[in-house]
């Protein structure tokens, strides 16, 4: 093993201190290496008495094994920062080189359009919300008073229509009135009678409340409108973009009046490339 050893070390040398397949350290050139060996002393050689290993110089500075090796001094953390929505840029806060924190403004978007959406969902969510009260809490007591009344008004003419009809009937007996007279009075006791079965399930329905189908539907219209502001909210705090970390701007992407949009094939889809400078790395 010693031997083999020191045969390496003299094949490293005469390649000039390269081995082929292994790279180098970067900016720096091969050294020489020494590798020297010491004859063990008589007390630790073996009882064969195996013959001694003469000691080889190889003429290189003991110790010394430098590697070579071409490659990149990289950012650990770079990060191209693009909208999440698409917008005319309206103000730009940043140029190549600067420094910047996370949370910086970098750029701000045009939203009108995205306020307008804002607002018509904050106003659809209130009437969802309404919707959902008035279910739950049924009718007023005044709404059902109300209902109640008419039914009673309707009766006290059902009554009478049933009266004038009676005697009509009686009349046409005896020959008093024509047939027509009965039929009209017939006609009118016929149509109160189906008015009040109307009314009493009217007021019926008022004093029962809304059914329990209905109250679930309310409440599935108010979800579904609060989600559908979240969303809009989203894209209206979206039109302000910051710095996702601390470093440097490294690259400008876009101008103030640009029409950006993070999906588009051409034109602007980046603001910028920003990365944090105080942590490279090598990449070979």
């Known amino acids: 093993m ?20 292994v790279p180098r350290l ?26 001694a290993v003469p000691s080889i110089s190889t003429g290189i500075a003991p110790g ?9 001094i990289i950012p650990e953390q770079q990060i191209l920062v693009s909208p999440q929505v698409s917008g005319r840029v309206i103000e730009l806060n940043f140029e190549a080189g600067q420094q910047v924190r996370q949370g910086d403004v970098l750029a701000v978007l045009d939203s009108t359009e995205y306020v307008a959406d804002h607002e018509r969902s904050v106003a659809q969510v209130a009437a969802a919300r309404e919707r959902v009260r008035e279910s739950q809490k049924g009718n007023r007591p005044d709404e ?5 009344a008419e039914l009673a008004e309707a009766k006290t003419q059902l009554e009478q229509a049933k009266r004038t009809y009676e005697r009509k009937r009686d009349l046409f007996e005896k020959k008093i009135v024509t047939p027509q007279d009965l039929e009209d009075s017939q006609s009118e006791f016929h149509a109160l009678s189906q008015r009040v079965e109307k009314l009493a399930a009217m007021a019926q329905l008022m ?78």
């Open 144 to 148: 059902i008073r109300q209902a109640e």
């Open 26 to 51: 970067l900016g720096t050139s091969p050294l020489p290496i020494i590798a020297e060996t010491e004859l063990p002393s008589p007390a630790d050689q073996s009882p064969n008495n195996a013959p």
């Open 207 to 284: 004093i029962d409340g809304p059914r329990e189908e209905r109250k679930r539907i309310a409440e599935a219209e108010l979800k579904a409108a609060e989600a559908e502001l979240a969303r809009v909210k989203w894209r209206l705090d979206n039109t302000v973009i910051k710095a996702p970390i601390s470093g440097t701007i490294l690259k400008k992407n876009a101008e103030l009046g640009n029409l950006v949009n993070p999906v588009a094939f051409n034109g602007s889809f980046s603001l910028c490339d920003v990365a944090d400078l105080s942590k490279l790395e090598v990449e070979l």
């Open 2 to 21: 010693l031997v083999a050893a020191l045969l390496a070390v003299a094949i490293y040398t005469s390649l000039g201190g390269a081995i082929p397949g």
């Open 64 to 72: 010394t094994i430098v590697l070579e090796s071409k490659g990149y």
